[in-house]
């Protein structure tokens, strides 16, 4: 990565220069502790730039077309005039290549629009780490003009809820036959979203896509939903021929007035940097027991010990901290 001093990345993401944009993002991502102390003076001066976009994730069951959707969504959204990030959060990237390579050549078309940045995740190997580097990497291109940032899971299980929790607003996209998909579908998911997608309602998919409509709208109302002011609606759409898309943009604006005018955009977003905060130290505390000289020595005869019947997991846990706090 080219040496730049702090003022030269502030500036230039200010000045919404691509390719400073793209080196201050690869600097977040760096392990080195010279990068990360750059990192973090760097956020600090651009935060107060940040916090004014459409943060929106987005999720689906496989084959669901979310590539396509994404593309052709981002695609209007920019004809229309917004800047929009796409930022994916692949905890399995480290093992399998994941969407690292694919990101770009997967959106041909809005990845070589002048008014869309897409960001494939690091592939740091834990969802915690490829999570704080997308939670970062958002407030970077917020400050440099983004007013709509698309957060993608790539993987799955614990990255739907991992990336609800760092957005404004958490879409689902389902496919029709949902008799078949609803078994499929964890019910904490469908607790998560905001609304709900059918897609690839076109041609002779239309009448399967209404029903699907219907079936997931009764599934819908055997859950408790934990918002006062919102009903969590179900759409269909075809990123294919675009119908739709409009009506999704139009109910992510119609949640974000109704989150403003309660107060509970404000609040949400409050609760994310607290967990944020508290996810960090988490991670730090834990980063600094694995590297404690003397729990490091210590470990592999706990982990004996524990796996034959020699001591319980709570003994040797409060062996290996008293070791840890010693230190």
């Known amino acids: 990565m080219a040496t730049n001093n702090i003022q030269d990345h502030i500036d230039g993401v200010l000045a919404r220069k691509r390719a400073m944009l793209a080196r201050t993002i690869t600097m977040i991502e760096s392990a080195l502790p010279e990068h990360q102390e750059m990192a973090q003076k760097v956020l600090d001066a651009l935060i107060p730039y940040a916090g004014n976009a459409v943060r929106v994730g987005i999720t689906g069951v496989p084959g669901v077309g979310k590539s396509t959707f994404i593309e052709s969504f981002g695609m209007m959204l920019v004809e229309q005039g917004h800047r929009v990030a796409v930022l994916a959060v692949d905890p399995s990237s480290s093992k399998s290549g994941g969407s690292v390579m694919g990101d770009k050549t997967r959106m041909e078309k809005l990845s070589l629009h002048p008014q869309a940045y897409i960001r494939p995740s690091p592939s740091s190997g834990t969802l915690g780490g490829v999570a704080k580097k997308t939670r970062e990497t958002m407030i970077i291109c917020e400050a440099a003009g983004y007013d709509i940032i698309l957060v993608e899971t790539v993987g799955v ?163 290996l901290l008293a070791r840890h706090l010693k230190g």
């Not at 041609?203 to 939903?225: C, F, H, P, V």
């Open 157 to 319: 299980g614990q990255s739907e809820t991992t990336v609800a929790s760092m957005v404004d607003f958490f879409l689902l996209l389902m496919l029709a036959g949902a008799g078949d998909e609803l078994q499929g579908i964890k019910k904490g998911i469908l607790e998560l979203a905001d609304a709900i997608a059918i897609n690839k309602a076109d041609g002779d998919n239309i009448d399967r896509a209404m029903e699907a409509k219907n079936d997931y709208n009764s599934a819908l109302n055997l859950l408790t939903s934990d918002s006062a002011i919102w009903s969590v609606p179900v759409l269909t759409c075809s990123a294919l021929t675009t119908d739709g898309l409009e009506d999704i943009w139009q109910t992510i604006l119609d949640h974000r007035d109704r989150m403003n005018s309660t107060g509970e955009l404000t609040e949400r977003r409050r609760r994310q940097a607290i967990d944020w905060m508290w996810a960090l130290i988490e991670d730090g505390l834990k980063d600094q027991f694995k590297t404690n000289a003397d729990v490091k020595a210590q470990l592999p005869e706990m982990i004996r010990a524990v796996e034959k019947g020699k001591t319980s997991p709570t003994a040797a846990a409060h062996q």
